[in-house]
């Protein structure tokens, strides 16, 4: 069996998911922990890319849907799984949850073959495996949800 | 008859001569032998004696027998005379002319001739009485010839439509023994049919027991089956709960992998570990998933012989059904089979007793068609009774016609008050032509009516169209034709009598006919021709 190793020059570990038609790799070091069938309850009123409020720890977490936020549509995903991101583990630091269909693997990346950037938020696109996966910023998402908290 | 009366009237001076003789020779003997003294008055005695003698029978004798003489010769005369009238009255009535007996009847003293007329009328009236009886006769044997021929026809058509109905009975006959044997047949095609039948309920009725076992075996296959299905679904459960634990442990193994990547260089062993586990998860998954694969597969076979048990139970109960319905359907056609069996050999014993019976009929149709012959010549030989009758009844007519009496239906004193009219218009051939046509349209029955002269050459003529037609003449009716050889005009020269012919094929309708002939008259009595008239016997009876 192949091992994969955690390289610090030109590769990163990352947590590669699947939802709707999309083939992402979030950043392993903003994951904390993956969930399944996280139940949400949702906001009136809300943004459309926000699935639903959730409690996490006894605290409440705010769950996105990430097929919404990389390609600002519809959803059609089945929201089987939870990625809960956030930075320490400390009480008081933002987390968010990205719902998505399915949680493949952790991974590592080329980071130095990027493809295409679409948005801030949506960062280099790699080939892995033959199939096309989009790296997320999620350190962006995460500061803008502290900043929202902050508002 | 005057030498008879010189005789009668010497013969009546005989006797006074015989007295005067007798006297002279009586004196004389008296005067030879008395003597003389007595001679004298003896003498004169005789002689007044004798005187008176005669003188007594010339007084009370001679002229009264005189007379009596002559009124017995005026009587003979008288006599003599009413004897040739009644010779002539007897003459004519000898030649059937009563109408001219009748004639001198006035002659003849009062009694005679009441007596002559009373025999005359008599025998006139017997004459006529014949003559319509005979017409009578004809005509009821005509009728009765016309209807005995029509019979006749009628029982010849009857005898042939026999003979015809008699060949259809047989043909009936025939046929009704072919559908006897025909019957015969089917009762036994029946009788068969019913065997099969019984046979072919039996195999229904193993059929049925077939189906029935198949039907119960269907049902344990589907019960087995539906427990399996049962099993199946406990499977599904088994496997659900088996994926569940992969992915929970897929979860887990992601959350050691992340972890161990957070651990950075000491979590890489964990990493491994990790990812160990979640390839394990997945493996199990994909096992699952393979199992689950093969468990639909296996729950589609599954409900394949649940239905395919449903349907062939379905099936079975149809069949089933269906056996049910062909068992009565089969029941029915026994019963009919056996129906139609009893019916043919009804049919058969009642077509039988039919040919038997139209062979009775034939038997008896024979007879009845001998029988219709029999009436069929019967009649025929009535028939020729009936034309003998007729032949008779004309014969009859003819012999009435040799009289003349004063009747219209006698020819000849029909035909004698003609000859009056034609002596009226003699010397006149048109106004002669003109009375026959009038007598032929008064007398329909004559086909041809003529005036010959006392040569016997033909003066005029004339024809009945409506019996003659458009037929064009015979050379013998023609004007200037002399007909003095023919037999009625050599008898009427004869005696100047009416002549009656004998029975002839007229030339002018080739039907029969006879002539007769009268004399006609000028005022003196003489003849001075002959009206001769044909006529048609098949119109006879309108005489």
Known sequence: MKQE?????????????????????????????????????????????????????????????????????????????????????????????????????????????????????????????????????TQQLLQEERADKGR | MVDSHNKGGLRAWLGPALIVIVVLVGGAFLEATVDGANEGWFVRGFLVIGLLTVVGYLLFVHLPTRRKLRDYRTLQLNYDEQCEVLGSSLEDLRHGDLVAARELIGELPEDMGRAVEAASRALAALIQQIQSSSVEVATAAGTVQRISTELASASSQQAAAVVEITATTEELARTAGQIASNASRQAELAAHSETAGDAGAAALESAVSGVEAVRQHMEAIAGRADTLGSRSREIYRVLDLITEIAQETHILALNAAIEASAAGEHGERFAVVADEVRRLAERSRESVDSVRSHLDEFAGSIRGV???????????????????????????????????????????????EQGTASDQVVLTLREVSEVVQRIADGLGQYTGAAERLNQLALSIQLLTQSFRIESEHSLKHHLARWTDRLRDHSGNLEAVGGVLEDL????????????VDLA????????????????????????????????????????????????????????????????????????????????????????
């Open chain 2, 440 to 451: 032929l349209e008064e007398c329909p029955y004559l086909e041809l009516a003529y005036l």
């Open chain 1, 5 to 137: 190793i955690i390289r610090n020059e030109g590769h990163g570990r990352f947590l590669l998911v699947r939802t709707g038609n999309l083939s992402c790799a979030l950043p392993a070091s903003d994951v904390l922990r993956v969930v399944r069938r996280l139940r949400c309850h949702a906001v009136p009123g809300s943004r459309s890319r926000l699935v639903g409020l959730a409690q996490y720890g006894g605290d409440p977490l705010p769950v996105l849907d990430l097929q919404v936020l990389v390609e600002h549509g519809v959803s059609n995903t089945r929201h089987h799984s939870t990625v809960i991101l956030g930075r320490g583990r400390k009480r008081g630091h933002t987390v968010l949850g990205l719902a998505v269909d399915e949680v493949v693997r952790v991974v590592n990346l080329p980071l130095g073959d990027v493809a295409d950037s679409d948005t801030d938020f949506v960062g280099e696109t790699v080939y892995f495996e033959g199939e096309e996966v989009k790296v997320l910023n």
């Open chain 2, 456 to 543: 016997g050459s033909m003066i005029s003529f004339a024809a009945n169209r409506d019996l003659v037609g458009d037929r064009e003449h015979p050379g013998s009716a023609a004007v200037g034709q002399n007909y003095a050889d023919r037999p009625w005009f050599q008898a009427l020269s004869r005696d100047g009598r009416a002549a009656v012919t004998p029975i002839y094929e007229s030339l002018l309708t080739d039907d029969p006919c006879f002539t007769i002939a009268i004399a006609v008259r000028d005022a003196d009595g003489e003849v001075v021709g002959t009206l001769g008239v044909d006529v048609n016997l098949l119109n006879w009876t309108k005489i």
């Open chain 2, 306 to 352: 649940v239905v395919a048990t449903e349907e062939g139970t379905k099936a079975a109960h149809q069949v089933l059904e269906g056996n049910k319905h062909t068992h009565e359907a089969i029941a029915q056609l026994r019963s009919a089979l056996a129906d139609t069996a009893r019916a043919a050999r009804e049919i058969s014993l009642a077509t039988q």
